[in-house]
């Protein structure tokens, strides 16, 4: 009797634990060559989707149209694992300046204007009533991750931008350290800031240093003085310092020049300029380093060289048996993304990732969950669309495209065909 009492709780128990070793979310994540372990040692890939947070308002996306619970529910259904939920540092710089977080009330009105600011803003207390005119932005951001946490997801948070707006061009003042609104201080505040206050979350598992690092195009000096792998160098390596003394449970995930899409000499340790080299065996937090990559080549016509170019880019370095691979670390496509339409993920790009990435167990977060976006380059309610060269484009010229999974609405997917037919079984093969 006492025997089998003492029993059953504990049989349950190491059911829901599955290893009887650790619980989800199985953190803290580390590093070992090439793969990302979870805090039992197992193998992890991320499989997920950007959820936006940097733009005007400083609040994630979509909750004028939807309530946090059905959007991460539906990520859910979806099989992914993770989310990409980015931030601008704008939002903690108003923190310290103002002494405390911005109301949403006030971040809706100072984005979309009195009328209509005041009206998106109603519309999210309706769709989320665990809001009130209490609420502030942060607070946004703790209750996405309480949620995703709730379902079983993990939070990987992504300075996007400094300025809060929509990203990215080289004139847009947010490019590169330095850059007119790039403040390099506010820049290391704001991610210690983040990585301190993430902490309690308890499913942030990863967090970048910065999005998209661009040549500054609206300064020229800058470019010639500063735009390069030695200034990158010096940069990243103070910032995730910082990051690692501020929460050292995180993984860091390092992005390359020209927009993220390419990272070729920290696999190859090849010099970055001034003699200096990447060598991850000098960070005491070696095993926290993570890559990450963009690329949206929507007008591939050849698998093989779509492969090709990434590995050139950095994605050599999950290939330990390559002799030119100097530092093997693990590598995440941390955007990517086609149109979301009845015969694009039927393309030579969308058909090569869904099958390179999970052949390398590379991990992946999707562009973009988001239909629409409450302000955009200046236009209100902004159906989510990209400019972008595409395979099933005439002339292969540049078209606006629709990368978000779901509709202006976020009632549902845009295209269940390609949702059915590319994603979910992408997914599947990642995490299979
Ligand atoms: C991770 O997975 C790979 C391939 O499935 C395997 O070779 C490797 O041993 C695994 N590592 C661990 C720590 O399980
Ligand atoms: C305010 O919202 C309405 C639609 O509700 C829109 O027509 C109008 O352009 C918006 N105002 C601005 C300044 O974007
Ligand atoms: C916030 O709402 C409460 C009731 O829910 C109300 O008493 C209070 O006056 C409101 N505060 C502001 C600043 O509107
Ligand atoms: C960066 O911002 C700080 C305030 O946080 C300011 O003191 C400093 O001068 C700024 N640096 C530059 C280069 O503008
Ligand atoms: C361009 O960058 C340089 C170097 O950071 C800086 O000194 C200068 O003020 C910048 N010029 C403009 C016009 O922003
Ligand atoms: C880099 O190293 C080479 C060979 O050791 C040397 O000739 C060169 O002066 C060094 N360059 C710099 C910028 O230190
Ligand atoms: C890399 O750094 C480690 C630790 O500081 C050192 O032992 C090793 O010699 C370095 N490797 C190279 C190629 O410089
Ligand atoms: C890894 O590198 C080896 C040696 O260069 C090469 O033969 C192999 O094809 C590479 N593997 C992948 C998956 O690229
Ligand atoms: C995609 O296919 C569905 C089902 O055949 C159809 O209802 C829908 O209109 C198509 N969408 C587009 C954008 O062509």
Same mark, same amino acid.
């Given at each position: 009797?006492?025997f089998?009492?003492?029993?059953?709780?504990?049989?349950?128990l190491?059911?829901?634990?599955?290893?009887?070793?650790?619980?989800w979310?199985?953190?803290?994540?580390?590093?070992?060559?090439?793969?990302?372990?979870?805090?039992?040692?197992?193998?992890?890939?991320?499989?997920?989707?950007?959820?936006?947070?940097?733009?005007?308002?400083?609040?994630?996306?979509?909750?004028?149209?939807?309530?946090?619970?059905?959007?991460?529910?539906?990520i859910?259904?979806?099989?992914?694992?993770?989310?990409?939920?980015?931030?601008a540092?704008?939002?903690?710089d108003d923190i310290?300046e103002?002494?405390?977080?911005?109301?949403l009330?006030?971040?809706?009105?100072?984005?979309?204007?009195e009328?209509?600011?005041t009206?998106?803003?109603?519309?999210?207390?309706?769709?989320?009533?665990?809001?009130n005119?209490g609420?502030?932005?942060?607070?946004?951001?703790d209750?996405?991750?309480?949620?995703?946490?709730k379902?079983?997801?993990?939070v990987?948070?992504?300075?996007?931008?400094?300025?809060?707006?929509?990203c990215?061009?080289?004139?847009?003042?947010?490019?590169?350290?330095g850059?007119t609104?790039?403040?390099?201080?506010?820049?290391?505040?704001?991610?210690?800031?983040m990585a301190?206050?993430?902490?309690?979350?308890?499913?942030?598992?990863?967090?970048?240093?910065?999005n998209e690092?661009?040549?500054?195009?609206?300064?020229?000096?800058?470019?010639?003085? &500063? *735009?390069?792998w030695?200034?990158?160098?010096?940069?990243?390596v103070?910032?995730? #310092?910082?990051?690692?003394q501020? @929460? +050292?449970d995180?993984?860091?995930?390092?992005?390359?020049l020209?927009?993220?899409?390419?990272?070729?000499?920290?696999p190859?340790?090849e010099?970055?300029?001034?003699?200096?080299?990447?060598?991850k065996?000098?960070?005491?937090?070696?095993?926290?380093?993570v890559?990450?990559?963009?690329?949206?080549?929507?007008?591939?016509?050849?698998?093989?060289?779509?492969?090709?170019?990434?590995?050139?880019?950095?994605?050599?370095s999950?290939?330990?048996?390559?002799?030119?691979?100097?530092?093997?670390?693990?590598?995440?496509l941390t955007?990517?993304?086609y149109s979301?339409?009845?015969?694009?993920?039927?393309g030579?790009?969308?058909?090569?990732?869904?099958?390179?990435?999970?052949?390398?167990?590379?991990?992946?977060?999707i562009?973009?969950i988001?239909? &629409? *976006?409450?302000i955009?380059?200046?236009?209100?309610?902004?159906?989510?669309?990209? #400019?972008?060269?595409v395979?099933? @484009? +005439?002339?292969?010229?540049?078209?606006?495209?629709?990368?978000?999974?779901?509709?202006?609405?976020?009632?549902?997917?845009r295209s269940?065909?390609?949702?059915?037919n590319?994603?979910?079984?992408?997914?599947?093969?990642?995490?299979?």
């Amino acid at each position: 009797m006492l025997f089998s009492q003492l029993l059953s709780p504990l049989i349950v128990l190491l059911a829901l634990t599955g290893s009887g070793l650790c619980a989800w979310p199985n953190g803290p994540f580390s590093t070992s060559g090439r793969w990302i372990l979870d805090g039992s040692g197992a193998n992890i890939t991320y499989a997920g989707a950007n959820w936006p947070g940097a733009a005007d308002t400083m609040i994630p996306e979509g909750l004028q149209y939807s309530s946090i619970e059905n959007i991460v529910t539906k990520i859910k259904s979806l099989g992914m694992n993770v989310i990409r939920l980015t931030y601008a540092i704008e939002m903690i710089d108003d923190i310290y300046e103002s002494g405390s977080d911005t109301l949403l009330e006030t971040s809706f009105i100072n984005a979309l204007g009195e009328s209509n600011g005041t009206a998106v803003y109603n519309t999210v207390l309706r769709q989320n009533p665990q809001f009130n005119n209490g609420t502030t932005r942060l607070e946004v951001f703790d209750a996405i991750a309480a949620e995703c946490y709730k379902q079983q997801i993990w939070v990987h948070l992504d300075n996007h931008v400094s300025k809060a707006q929509w990203c990215c061009s080289e004139g847009d003042g947010n490019s590169w350290f330095g850059d007119t609104y790039f403040n390099i201080s506010n820049w290391q505040r704001g991610l210690q800031y983040m990585a301190t206050h993430g902490e309690s979350w308890g499913n942030l598992m990863s967090m970048s240093l910065r999005n998209e690092p661009r040549s500054p195009g609206d300064n020229s000096t800058l470019v010639s003085e &500063s *735009y390069n792998w030695g200034d990158w160098y010096t940069n990243v390596v103070t910032a995730s #310092g910082l990051i690692n003394q501020a @929460n +050292p449970d995180v993984l860091i995930f390092f992005s390359g020049l020209s927009y993220d899409t390419y990272i070729t000499p920290i696999p190859t340790g090849e010099s970055l300029g001034d003699n200096q080299t990447f060598n991850k065996s000098s960070f005491t937090y070696e095993d926290k380093i993570v890559l990450e990559l963009h690329n949206y080549a929507t007008s591939a016509t050849s698998c093989s060289d779509l492969e090709n170019t990434l590995y050139v880019d950095g994605f050599s370095s999950l290939n330990s048996s390559d002799p030119s691979v100097v530092n093997v670390l693990p590598m995440v496509l941390t955007e990517w993304g086609y149109s979301q339409d009845n015969t694009t993920y039927q393309g030579v790009y969308a058909t090569c990732l869904q099958d390179y990435l999970p052949s390398l167990h590379a991990g992946w977060m999707i562009w973009v969950i988001a239909g &629409s *976006y409450y302000i955009r380059s200046g236009t209100q309610d902004y159906d989510e669309t990209w #400019g972008m060269s595409v395979q099933f @484009n +005439p002339g292969n010229g540049i078209a606006n495209v629709p990368l978000g999974l779901l509709n202006h609405d976020w009632s549902g997917w845009r295209s269940p065909a390609a949702i059915e037919n590319g994603i979910v079984p992408m997914v599947q093969a990642t995490l299979g």
